[in-house]
Nanobody
Framework: QVQLVESGGGLVQAGGSLRLSCAASGRFFSSYAMGWFRQAPGKEREFVAAISGSGSTTYYADSVKGRFTISRDNAKNTAYLQMDSLKPEDTAVYYC???????????????????WGQGTQVTVSS
């Protein structure tokens, strides 16, 4: 069984930064890609960023490219999302997730993931 626990959310002014962490339990953390998604009130959950198991490949939504950086420390079983130049439209609950399989075809889709954290709230004030 895999458990994912996010931390690092909070309230920040526009232009500020936050760093989210996702601590994972279970084995073989480095074998699986990890992703971050977010859901704003009244909106569907959307892809934010993902990273391959080794950390060598990253993927970003166009809306966060150049402002957010995903990374991972496999020795600590932890994934991170560094968020800079935050905007009010980044306000959402942020979730980390682990892909269902070692082989994935569309890492941007939520149904590629089977384990999810409980979410952490990020609020950006204008």
């Amino acid at each position: 069984q895999v458990q994912l626990v996010e931390s690092g959310g909070g309230l920040v002014q526009a232009g500020g930064s936050l760093r989210l962490s996702c601590a994972a339990s279970g084995r073989f953390f480095s074998s699986y890609a990890m992703g971050w998604f977010r859901q704003a009130p009244g909106k569907e959950r959307e892809f934010v960023a993902a990273i391959s198991g080794s950390g060598s490949t990253t993927y970003y939504a166009d809306s966060v490219k150049g402002r957010f950086t995903i990374s991972r420390d496999n020795a600590k079983n932890t994934a991170y999302l560094q968020m800079d130049s935050l905007k009010p439209e980044d306000t959402a609950v942020y979730y980390c997730a682990r892909v269902r399989s070692l082989y994935y075809s569309n890492i941007h889709q939520s149904d590629e993931y089977d384990y999810w954290g409980q979410g952490t709230q990020v609020t950006v004030s204008s």
